[in-house]
């Protein structure tokens, strides 16, 4: 664990950096900014990044089978054709919910694209509750709601068996497990499966490791940790140099390397200057354990 090593990618300091995506055929990490609203594309051999601007804020970027990629934009699923810069729409969401968007989202194993919404913060962590909830975007493009009453929609992904979904309301201080269903998509059975402590903060991003272990990037814990989904307990803490991380995955050759990012969003100019990082990418090397290839949409 001494070989763990942390180091920022590039320059650019994101105002709420996001939905960090592994894209093997590009060699390039993929993420957001969600209020900065753009896609941003980190070459990790010319170490340059690209970005695309869009029209509302973009709170996820995957990967697409047909090439390309799909983004939660606004209260949207979209397509995005990277090359051309082209945004089109998939379908809606929370129409009757104004001031509602997106956030965190994410590919299951069988190709749809679950994401889910919350209303729009005062500042950071401040929103009116119960607002958002958690939908899936079907490969034939047909949308379903499977609850709603949600806080702050956030971290998911599934066993590496596929029976189990795990997903966090970042309010609830907790992260949760269902019962999956492949087939359908269908979820059920929830339960907590670890309660944050207090210096964790709150949760938000997460991935799984091929250890089958959960790591959760902590929102104003400056830190991601790793949880046994089995037996609910923490097994390591990373700790990194901004107190705003967002979300993980990881990356890089065979998976093996982690990337973290983080937000500036909220931070008055004292605390700016003490952590000139905040809102930059974290790659973490040196964990001694992989993650797997993030599954594409099917549609
Ligand atoms: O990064 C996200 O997922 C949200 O969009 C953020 O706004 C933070 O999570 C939130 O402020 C603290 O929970
Ligand atoms: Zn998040």
Same mark, same amino acid.
């Not at 320059?11 to 055929?25: C, H, I």
């Not at 690209?50 to 983004?71: C, E, F, M, N, T």
């Not at 979300?247 to 050759?253: A, E, N, Q, V, Y």
């Not at 990337?259 to 909220?266: E, F, H, L």
């Given at each position: 664990?001494?070989?763990?090593?942390?180091?920022?990618?590039?320059?650019?300091?994101?105002?709420?950096?996001?939905?960090?995506?592994?894209?093997?055929?590009?060699?390039?990490?993929?993420?957001?900014?969600?209020?900065?609203?753009?896609?941003?594309?980190?070459?990790?051999?010319?170490?340059?990044?690209?970005?695309?601007?869009?029209?509302?804020?973009?709170?996820?970027?995957?990967?697409?089978?047909?090439?390309?990629?799909?983004?939660?934009?606004?209260?949207?699923?979209?397509?995005?054709?990277?090359?051309?810069?082209?945004?089109?729409?998939?379908?809606?969401?929370?129409?009757?919910?104004?001031?509602?968007?997106?956030?965190?989202?994410?590919?299951?194993?069988?190709?749809?694209?679950?994401?889910?919404?919350?209303?729009?913060?005062?500042?950071?962590?401040?929103?009116?509750?119960?607002?958002? /909830?958690?939908? &899936?975007?079907?490969?034939?493009? %047909?949308?379903?709601?499977?609850?709603?009453? @949600?806080?702050?929609?956030? $971290? +998911?992904?599934?066993?590496?068996?596929?029976?189990?979904?795990?997903?966090?309301?970042?309010?609830?201080?907790?992260?949760?497990?269902?019962?999956?269903?492949?087939?359908?998509?269908?979820?059920?059975?929830?339960?907590?499966?670890?309660?944050?402590?207090?210096?964790?903060?709150?949760?938000?991003?997460?991935?799984?490791?091929?250890?089958?272990?959960?790591?959760?990037?902590?929102?104003?814990?400056?830190?991601?940790?790793?949880?046994?989904?089995?037996?609910?307990?923490?097994?390591?803490?990373?700790?990194?140099?901004?107190?705003?991380?967002?979300?993980?995955?990881?990356?890089?050759?065979?998976?093996?390397?982690?990337?973290?990012?983080?937000? /500036?969003?909220? &931070?008055?100019?004292?605390?700016? %200057?003490?952590?000139?990082?905040?809102?930059? @990418?974290?790659?973490?090397? $040196? +964990?001694?354990?992989?993650?797997?290839?993030?599954?594409?949409?099917?549609?």
């Amino acid at each position: 664990m001494s070989s763990v090593k942390i180091e920022c990618i590039g320059t650019d300091r994101y105002r709420l950096g996001e939905s960090p995506v592994w894209d093997e055929k590009e060699n390039s990490l993929l993420y957001v900014d969600i209020t900065g609203r753009k896609v941003c594309r980190w070459d990790a051999g010319s170490g340059q990044v690209q970005a695309v601007s869009v029209d509302a804020p973009v709170s996820s970027v995957a990967l697409r089978k047909s090439g390309d990629y799909v983004i939660t934009l606004g209260t949207r699923f979209a397509a995005l054709k990277w090359k051309e810069q082209l945004v089109t729409t998939i379908a809606q969401v929370d129409r009757d919910k104004a001031k509602n968007r997106f956030n965190d989202g994410k590919i299951d194993p069988a190709g749809r694209y679950f994401a889910g919404t919350m209303a729009e913060e005062i500042r950071p962590a401040v929103l009116e509750p119960r607002q958002g /909830s958690l939908y &899936m975007l079907c490969p034939d493009h %047909s949308v379903v709601k499977h609850f709603d009453q @949600v806080d702050i929609s956030n $971290g +998911l992904d599934w066993s590496l068996d596929h029976k189990t979904f795990f997903y966090i309301d970042s309010l609830s201080y907790s992260v949760d497990a269902f019962d999956y269903d492949l087939q359908t998509g269908k979820i059920g059975n929830r339960r907590s499966i670890y309660k944050v402590e207090k210096e964790e903060n709150i949760p938000d991003g997460m991935c799984i490791d091929t250890e089958g272990k959960l790591w959760v990037a902590c929102y104003n814990g400056g830190r991601v940790i790793r949880l046994d989904p089995e037996t609910g307990k923490r097994i390591q803490t990373v700790k990194l140099p901004v107190d705003k991380t967002t979300s993980c995955c990881f990356g890089g050759k065979d998976y093996s390397e982690m990337y973290v990012t983080s937000a /500036s969003d909220g &931070m008055d100019r004292e605390r700016l %200057s003490q952590q000139p990082q905040a809102g930059g @990418v974290f790659k973490i090397t $040196g +964990l001694g354990v992989k993650g797997i290839p993030p599954y594409p949409f099917a549609g």
